[in-house]
């Protein structure tokens, strides 16, 4: 396992060089009903969270940028360099044939699990749905970390219709149709804000697990970590291929392998 781990971090190292920097532009986005005005990033201030019909939502997630088939692995490598250590965290994200029922909605459940060699770092359940229109929906997450020194903690983890949480867009339907608008993607206010923007539909992506064209690129960031910007790509009938933090840290997670 040691052995095959190692063969991976050092497929990894090799194909750094083939990630390149890009220049973007953003707008705003009309997604929650927040209003006169609408605006997600209006959100936090009339704390209204979009309507769910329960009814318009299935477990069965089929968005091509966003498939979760159960029994599917997808297998990451994250290398992380903080002044002059660097360290690889190995991720392995399950789909599991569980759901979970949130705020009315049948929701498909993921594991993550993260490992930094061979010990627990992070265990983590989160919640999907898919709206009848294509729309992926995250409604929750129940995330233990063991980085903190001090024990483990679940700070992070909410759900849907708890506390005032409000579920949010993980993918859209037509990712080309929302090109420079800002979304939520989770929020719960002070515990889960992340937004999002789609930057383009035609980035082309090299990671271990291949090659890929006309891929989805967004850029995630939040309130609760001002400074921090990661910028997520996601190919057709694969799923997420490659994370990289670019400002507030320094990390690049990439796709290894897919198993069924």
Known sequence: MKAFSLLLIAVFILLLAACKKEVHSYSSDKFYSTGANNS???????????????????????????????????????????????????????????????????????HDVVT??????????????QDKSGNVWYFGE??????????????????????????????WADPQAHVGETYYQEFLPGIAEDQAQ???TNSK?????????????TKEFTNLEPGVIEYKYYAANVGL????????????????????
Not at 41 to 63: K, R
Not at 241 to 260: C, D, I, P, W, Y
């Open 40 to 110: 997600a990033l209006n959100l936090a201030a009339n704390s209204e969270c979009a309507v769910i019909d329960a009814s318009n939502f299935g477990s069965n997630i089929t968005n091509p940028y966003f498939p979760l088939v159960p029994g599917t692995v997808f297998h990451y490598v994250n290398r992380i360099i903080e002044g002059a250590d660097t360290s690889y965290e190995q991720i392995a994200v399950s789909v599991s044939s569980n759901t979970k029922i949130i705020a009315g909605v049948e929701c498909r459940e993921v």
């Open 241 to 260: 291929l490659k994370t990289e933090m670019t400002s507030g840290g320094n990390e690049l997670e990439v796709l290894t392998a897919v198993t069924h």
């Open 205 to 217: 992506v090299t990671v271990p697990y291949g090659v890929f064209s006309h891929c989805v690129k």
């Open 198 to 200: 789609i930057v383009n």
């Open 116 to 129: 930094i060699d061979g010990e627990l770092s992070e265990d983590t359940y989160d919640w999907y749905a």
């Open 142 to 171: 129940h995330t233990k970390s063991l980085k903190d020194k001090n024990g483990s903690t679940t700070e992070g983890s909410w759900k849907a219709s708890e506390q005032g949480a409000c579920p949010g867009i993980i993918m």
